[in-house]
């Protein structure tokens, strides 16, 4: 071969990915040990940067919104013995999340009395908006989630029971890290979700490492943080049961599950173990069946179909519920009775094929929840968009479509709450840094994939636009609300789909052992 093609042969083909390209640069030049601290850096920069911005109810009284509402229960936990927490004055923001929330409220409200007790005053705090307490209720959320999201993303994916390059690895974490739905809700509109998501990846890490008994709890711990972690239970059930069967595990196994899960669960439920009455008041305010079907306008089927038929004018409240879930379990049992199949096979024994369906299975019973389940909200779409992020590697194209229409989902919330600054800041940033269209196709991009994926950036960019420019009708006014729920709703159908067949057609196990990938 002459020189100049032997040359030409050894240049690497550069990424489509502006991200993979960073860190591709960084071992190129020997810089590998600063690529994970610029990467956290960088997460908390721009979660603070988010930070500066309005939040849910931000000076609107009498009852504000999300953000007064988890410093509320800091107020009332703070001051309250736990048997008043679920029954105190629960027309203004009653505690109704699980005891995990409530547990990390009161640790909340105890840093927060020795700093500043006027911040949590019982009944004269409320509505409190001092430049103080809100630089205390930013600095909690950031410090939540970097104690428990933050090191489960970097230790699965630096996991060695993981095959991946380093370079895939860094570039994961940081996806993972920047993806903008997680950032504008907790850190824009305001919430903890990062803590219910990090217990979820913490569950799949131990799963990794074959540490069941860890994951059972943690995923115990993910959903009494917040009750959509239930979303997850029937993929976490069939891939643990699925574990029993095998003949290394057995009884011995779900025996110890049992106690894990009811121990977690019972130690949680403690303070109010002694009572029913306490224990029925806990159950009636997770999960509130009189609110209805839905509340404002969601992204899931329910939301799109009363467009045509207004089902709460149809049926009585809980045959909505019976519909609702005898849709969501029709939805999500093929991906957990697979799971379940593939799984207890006494040959299926390698550990990243069952992990890589654990994620699968994660991601499609979520999703089966969100757009099927009763009583959801839009921001329940961070529930299925984890186990996504999760598969970046595996599913480049199908999650970095995901993110952007599930973040376009979100913006009639983030409207309200006067995000738009950073909404189109990190949509675009997103776009470029994971999905850029204006990089050349990547050739792993089937082309009919590429031009939906530029048909769907079209016509959200033409909603927006609309929305922007063309006042809504007096006769419809909430016209552009509908056009985003319908559309997100059809993409995430359409998603579904895909990620369950992607699941059928990863069952088989990787035949290349356990060596990791070479740059």
């Known amino acids: 071969m002459p020189p100049h093609k032997a040359r030409k042969a050894a240049v690497r083909p550069a990424s489509v990915v502006p991200a993979r390209n960073w860190f591709q640069f960084l071992k190129d030049q020997g810089a590998q040990n600063i690529a994970l601290p610029v990467t956290v850096l960088f997460a908390l920069l721009i979660r603070w940067c988010v930070g500066l911005h309005g939040y849910s109810g931000m000076g609107t009284p009498p009852l504000y919104g999300d953000y007064e509402a988890q410093r509320h229960w800091m107020e009332i936990t703070v001051h309250l013995s736990p048997s008043q927490w679920y029954f105190y004055d629960l027309e ?124 059972a709890i943690a995923f115990c711990c993910s959903f009494m943080f917040k ?42 439920l403690l303070p109010w173990i002694g009572s029913l009455a306490q224990l029925q008041q806990i159950l009636f305010r997770v999960f509130p069946v009189a609110r209805g079907l839905y ?26 519920v019976r519909l609702a879930t005898g849709a969501t379990a029709l939805v999500f049992l093929p991906s957990c009775c697979h799971l379940f199949y593939m799984l207890k096979r006494a040959d299926y024994t390698q550990r990243a094929n069952a992990v890589k369906l654990l994620k699968y299975g994660l991601l499609n ?80 991009i089937p082309r009919t994939v590429l031009k939906l994926q530029w048909l769907s950036t079209l016509a959200m960019l033409a909603i927006h636009t609309a929305h922007a420019l063309v006042p809504a009708p007096a006769s419809l006014p909430d016209i552009y609300v509908v056009l985003n729920v319908t559309f997100s709703c059809a993409m995430f159908v359409g998603f579904l789909g895909y990620f369950n067949y992607r699941q059928f057609m990863c069952a088989q196990p990787d035949r290349s052992g356990s060596k990791q990938k070479k740059d």
Request: glycine letters at 6%; aromatic letters at 16%; charged letters at 10%.
């Open 92 to 215: 203004y923001w009653g505690l109704d999340y699980p005891p995990l929330t409530a547990f990390q409220s009161w640790i909340c409200g105890i840093v927060a009395t020795y700093i500043n007790p006027s911040w949590v005053a019982l009944g004269e705090s409320r509505g409190i908006e001092t430049h103080a307490s809100k630089l205390f209720m930013r600095a909690s959320a950031l410090v939540l989630e970097f104690l428990v999201y933050v090191p489960a993303v970097v230790l699965l994916f630096q996991s060695r029971r993981v095959q991946m390059s380093w370079v895939a690895r860094q570039t994961a974490i940081f996806s993972v890290l920047i993806q903008p739905c997680l950032i504008l809700v907790d850190h824009g509109h305001f919430q903890y979700n990062a803590v219910m998501i990090g217990f979820l990846v913490w569950a799949v890490y131990f799963a990794a490492q074959e540490s069941y008994v860890a994951m």
């Open 227 to 268: 009750q959509m972690g239930l979303y997850y239970a029937p993929a976490v059930f069939a891939f643990l049961l699925a574990k029993c069967f095998q003949p290394r595990h057995g009884i011995v196994l779900f025996v110890k599950l049992g106690l894990a899960v009811l121990g977690t669960i019972g130690i949680m």
């Open 365 to 444: 019973t979520s999703l089966a929840f969100f757009l099927f389940s009763f009583q959801v909200h839009e921001k329940s779409i961070l529930v299925p968009l984890a186990p996504a992020l999760l598969l970046i590697d595996d599913e480049p194209w199908a999650v970095n479509w995901f993110v952007q229409v599930a973040l376009f989902s979100l913006y009639p919330l983030l409207f309200v709450d006067g995000q738009h600054i950073p909404y189109w800041v990190l949509a675009v940033g997103w776009s470029f840094l994971r999905s850029c269209p204006g990089c050349p196709a990547d050739t792993q």
């Open 295 to 320: 509340e404002d306008k969601v992204a899931n089927v329910w939301c799109a179909v009363n467009v045509a038929v207004k089902l709460r004018s149809i049926f009585e409240p809980q045959s909505l």
